[in-house]
């Protein structure tokens, strides 16, 4: 296990040494959990930025999309006409006669 020698603020280390003592764990455990919060803090927080540029990503591919295709109906449009529509599929079969 490494070792680090730091400095902290006036103040924090008495407030470092407070909360560890109510957690009943040692200094060091103390400042080992609150970095590894924060580390994965950090890593979220990196996470939700590239997924949002992601998503801008796609919006805007979407966008090229779209602008590039004829005019027409929109989408709301198109889901109302399948929702009158029923599927060949979803046709009842006829009934089998006995001869």
């Known amino acids: 296990m490494g070792k ?43 996470e939700r930025e590239a997924r949002a540029e992601r998503i801008e990503r796609a919006i805007e591919g979407m966008r090229e999309i779209g602008a590039s295709l004829p005019p027409g109906p929109d989408g709301v449009t198109l889901i109302r006409r399948m929702r009158e529509e029923v599927p060949e599929w979803l046709t009842p079969a006829p009934e089998p006669r006995d001869e």
Do not use: K
Request: glycine share 10%.
């Open 4 to 46: 680090a020698n730091i400095s902290f603020p006036g103040g924090m280390l008495e407030e470092i040494d407070r909360r560890a003592a109510a957690a009943g764990i040692p200094r060091s455990a103390f400042v080992q959990e609150a970095v590894g919060h924060y580390v994965a803090q950090l890593d979220y927080e990196r």
